[in-house]
């Protein structure tokens, strides 16, 4: 059956991260993955949480979504901004993702996605055909490491990600593959692991690669819902980061 609505926990306007130029970034809520760093812990559960303090989460058709979208068009002309699909992981949402994504198109705006890679791999090649730019999560090489802090094992991580770029080298008007890795103290933070990230890249072929530094925004949040901030005190000195986005 087809999902007619989805839930979105916020829709930022005028968004200079995710992508170029400016950009209006659709969160969606619901992701496979729980990785102890999220900043978006509200992102993360498929219902909405009761009395948790967030107020802006809305059920809305992908085209009450494009409307708002449409909005920003004026800011798009200049840097080649357009929608960007975040969330949780905006994957999950199936037949919806799609819709969303082939209506950006037939109004010529330029499409973004940021994606766990924790999804269908028939999914991720289906909305690759309708993206600009894929942002793709890859956080770590160590499997055992990979399940401990996101509860999920990269196997499908590290197998979607190859055939997405041996899929996308065939097309005529590929999307640009940007793979990401949140370098996150205790987890991945140290050059043996950034390495091994790159080395896989390397053999992969896939040139684009960005180190994305920790940060603490999301704590308060997890206090809003009632949670613990399972990064406790944690921080990545500046020397360290120096260090691993030189290499
Ligand atoms: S994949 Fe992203 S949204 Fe999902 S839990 Fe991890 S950091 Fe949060």
Redesign the pocket.
């Known amino acids: 059956m087809r999902q007619e609505r989805a839930c979105v926990f916020n829709i930022q306007h005028y968004s200079l991260q995710d992508g170029p130029g400016i950009r209006t970034t659709v969160f969606l809520k619901g992701?496979p993955?729980?990785?102890r760093?999220?900043c978006?812990p509200e992102?993360?559960d498929f219902k909405i949480e009761e009395d948790c303090g967030f107020d802006s989460y809305r059920q809305m058709t992908v085209d009450e979504i494009l409307k708002e979208v449409e909005a920003d068009e004026v800011f798009y002309r200049h840097g080649g901004g357009g929608m960007t699909v975040s969330?949780?992981?905006p994957l999950v949402h199936d037949g919806f993702i799609i819709q969303l994504l082939k209506g950006a198109r037939e109004r010529y705006l330029s499409t973004a996605i940021e994606t766990?890679g924790a999804v269908s791999k028939k999914l991720l090649l289906e909305a690759a055909e309708y993206l600009d730019y894929i942002y793709y999560?890859l956080k770590s090489m160590n499997d055992k490491k990979h399940k401990s802090w996101?509860g999920a094992s990269n196997k499908q991580i590290l197998s979607n990600l190859k055939v997405l770029v041996d899929t996308c080298r065939t097309w005529n008007c590929p999307p640009r593959i940007i793979v990401r890795t949140p370098v996150v103290p205790g987890f991945n933070d140290t050059k043996e692991d950034i390495i091994a990230i790159k080395d896989y890249l390397k053999s992969i072929n896939q040139a684009d690669h960005e180190l994305i530094r920790y940060h603490r925004f999301g704590k308060s949040k997890y206090e809003k819902l009632g949670r613990q901030y399972p990064m406790g005190n944690a921080v990545l000195d500046d020397k360290k980061w120096e260090i691993l986005s030189s290499l």
């Open positions: 992701c993955l729980r990785c760093w999220c978006n992102s993360q969330g949780g992981e766990s999560d996101t």
